[in-house]
């Protein structure tokens, strides 16, 4: 089954405590990306990677790290987090114009 | 002026009708255009997208993109409850470039 999976799916922390959000996808995609959804703004992509190695700044990327070494993981790093960062997030892999997300993230930053 | 614009509403109607989404962009490079669905709690599912101009057809969906007037919209026939969802237009300029979603658009089918 063709599919995004994330973990972890639920996640609270404190302030300045480095985290990381793993990612990954079985379609053999080049592109991957992460976004974050938040009421009344929508999804706004944090980065994204149309290769190994190969990564490029979305609209709100301050705050935020990827590393794409291998073409099926796409971990998001949160070096030192922020009650700003507590979101949804989602991962995604894309083929053209089919775009797959997986299952989110919900953190918690106190 | 954002990229993407969408109503969020909430938009309600009833069991069986037409119902019509839409977006306004103002990037003239975009060249994909993508509806998805998405669920409370859940991630957006891909419904279908096209690529430059024209319509696509998928069962009671029909997506619809007028390049010329920078609108796409998303029709949905004989809506059924299961439809109650928000519903999200996506755009890029190409396949490996970056994804501007619109805000959303709450829909409810009442039975």
């Known amino acids: 089954e063709a599919q995004v999976t994330q973990n972890p799916r639920y996640l609270i922390t404190v302030t300045g405590k480095k985290l990381t959000v793993t990612c990954s996808q079985n379609?053999?995609?080049?592109?991957m990306s992460w976004y974050r959804q938040d009421p009344g703004l929508g999804l706004r992509q944090i980065y994204y990677?149309?290769?190994?190695?190969?990564?490029d700044k979305g609209d709100v990327p301050e705050g935020y790290k990827v590393s794409r070494k291998e073409k099926r993981n796409f971990p998001l790093i949160l070096e030192s987090p922020s009650p700003n960062q507590t979101s949804l997030y989602f991962c995604?892999?894309?083929?053209?114009?089919?775009?797959?997300f997986g299952p989110g993230t919900r953190l918690t930053v106190t | 002026q954002k990229e993407v614009e969408q109503d969020p509403g909430p938009l309600s109607v009833p069991e069986g009708a037409i119902v019509s989404l839409n977006c306004t962009y103002s990037?003239?490079?975009?060249?994909?255009f993508m509806w998805y669905r998405q669920y409370s709690r859940k991630g957006p599912e891909l419904l279908m997208y096209?690529?430059?101009?024209g319509n696509k057809e998928d069962g009671r969906f029909t997506a619809q993109v007028d390049k010329s007037s920078k609108y796409i919209s998303l029709f949905i026939r004989d809506s059924q409850p299961s439809d109650s969802a928000t519903y999200l237009c996506?755009?890029?300029?190409?396949?490996?470039?970056?994804?501007?979603f619109g805000i959303g658009t709450k829909l409810q089918v009442i039975p």
């Open positions: 995604a892999s894309r083929w053209g114009g089919e775009q797959y």
């Open positions: 379609m053999n995609h080049e592109y």
């Open positions: 096209t690529y430059s101009s």
């Open positions: 990677s149309m290769n190994v190695e190969v990564t």
């Open positions: 990037n003239s490079a975009f060249q994909y």
């Open positions: 996506a755009m890029s300029e190409g396949g490996y470039q970056k994804v501007t």
